[in-house]
């Protein structure tokens, strides 16, 4: 029997040599192929090779590089398409068209069954014209910055409201949308009543991210990643961008240091990640003092995470935005307690076992941590509800689910 061919674009999806991003599409990839699928991945990269294998797929290395013309005019046949393209970004273009002649190599190789883009622009704006190019089932999924907006940092795709019938387009002519959270779903159908919407949220491998066995095992794990073993170790594991409000988690030690000083000293946190607020924040916590206290660690091996969960305490979570938080499931199959802000699927999966807070609340984020440290019972409760409410998120699960709606849409494409 011929195997399921998958072609993904993701732009920024990363493969083991590089730094981490978009860690949610990494572990679908990794999984698709262990389920047996034939999986070819587009990306917007600049390496020296033109293509690359990783988790057992194909990894095509797309720059944002010039076009031949004639050889597009070939592939689509004289079909219109200029209702698409015409409003495009050249350098969008540029991309865009360099990417449906890669889809047409790789289709005439391996004869693509389905396409799925991760994001509805760029990517979902090029699987519509793979797909009336190429006559192929086009599975688009919403993950948050195409739909969500904060105007006051300047975060959202809508922010510039002429992207809105680009999106709504997308929505309407995919033959399925996936959205990674219910307000995302909500937020879809107001742009595009009549399209294919789904909620599908993110899961986690929880054989990946997993508790430790015992205190024992904790502690040496604290040893060889030389965490203090006395301390009271919060973490967050997001980029250093202002969406994760990374200020507030500050401002909530900064309180808690006034509150109570023998209580603060007892505090580690660890901010695993890099990005545009890291001087900003480096600069903060010189001036508040709390070089001490904070461990900015820059990125670290994806393989490292769940060893630097598994040592901590509580994971603290204060994103101004969010879809389905991925890496509070992680923190969360980890067994860690969560204090998160309410937003997004967030409120879905932090229930018994953390607390939710408002985004940019710094004196509730420090009230929380207090009470996580003196009341330990709880804490350890919470601890188990956490695992518990992680392994109904499988990532195992959520793949089987996947590859069910691909095969149900090539199926009805074939009918």
């Known amino acids: 029997m011929r195997k399921l061919t998958l072609c993904i674009i993701a732009s920024r999806v990363s493969t083991p040599d590089e730094l981490p991003a978009t860690t949610f599409i990494i572990d679908e990839i990794r999984f698709l192929v262990k389920y047996g ?9 600049h390496k020296n090779r033109a293509w690359e294998e990783a988790y057992g797929a194909l990894f095509y290395n797309m720059a944002y590089k010039t076009w031949d013309s004639s050889t597009f005019a070939k592939i689509i046949k004289g079909q219109v398409l200029n209702t698409l393209i015409g409003a495009l970004p050249t350098r969008t273009l540029k991309y865009a068209l360099h990417v449906i002649l890669m889809i047409n190599k790789i289709n005439k190789i391996n004869k693509i069954d389905i396409l799925h883009a991760h994001f509805l622009y760029p990517e979902g704006f090029i699987g519509l014209l793979a797909k009336e190019i190429f006559n192929l089932p086009l599975v688009v999924t919403v ?20 992207f809105k019938w680009i999106l709504k387009r997308v929505l309407e002519k995919s033959d399925l949308i ?48 030389g965490i203090e073993k006395d301390a009271f170790v919060l973490i967050n594991t997001k ?25 603060f000293r007892r505090i580690k946190l660890l901010l695993l990640g890099n990005g545009v607020l890291k001087r900003f924040l480096e600069k903060a916590i010189q001036r508040l003092n709390l070089y001490n206290t904070v461990r900015m660690l820059g990125y670290v091996p994806r393989i490292t995470v769940p060893l630097f969960l598994r040592a901590s305490d509580v994971y603290v979570n204060c994103s101004l935005s969010e879809s389905s938080p991925l890496a509070i499931l992680e923190a969360m199959a980890a067994g860690l307690p969560i204090i998160a802000t309410n937003v997004g699927d967030t409120s879905n999966i932090v229930l018994s ?6 985004p940019r609340d710094y004196k509730s984020l420090a009230f929380k941590i207090i009470n996580l440290m003196e009341d330990r019972d709880e804490a350890k409760v919470m601890s188990i509800e956490s695992r518990k409410i992680a392994e109904r998120f499988s990532l195992e699960k959520k793949i089987i689910k996947l590859i069910a709606v691909y095969e149900k849409l090539i199926q009805s494409e074939i009918q």
């Open 178 to 225: 996936l959205a990674a959270s219910k307000e995302l779903a909500c937020k879809a159908r107001s742009i595009a009543p009549n399209a294919r919407i789904v909620h599908f949220p993110n899961a986690v491998d929880v054989e990946m991210f997993k508790p430790s066995k015992d205190f024992n095992e904790k502690m040496q794990i604290r040893d060889r990643l």
């Open 37 to 45: 699928l034939n999986v070819h991945v587009i990306r917007a990269i």
């Open 239 to 263: 980029h250093l961008n202002p969406v994760y409000d990374h200020v507030t988690l500050i401002k909530a030690l900064f309180l808690i240091k006034k509150m109570n000083e023998k209580l």
């Open 143 to 162: 993950h948050g910055y195409e739909l969500n907006v904060i105007h006051d940092i300047g975060y959202g795709l809508l922010i510039n409201p002429n």
């Open 353 to 358: 076992n953390g607390y939710l807070i408002r």
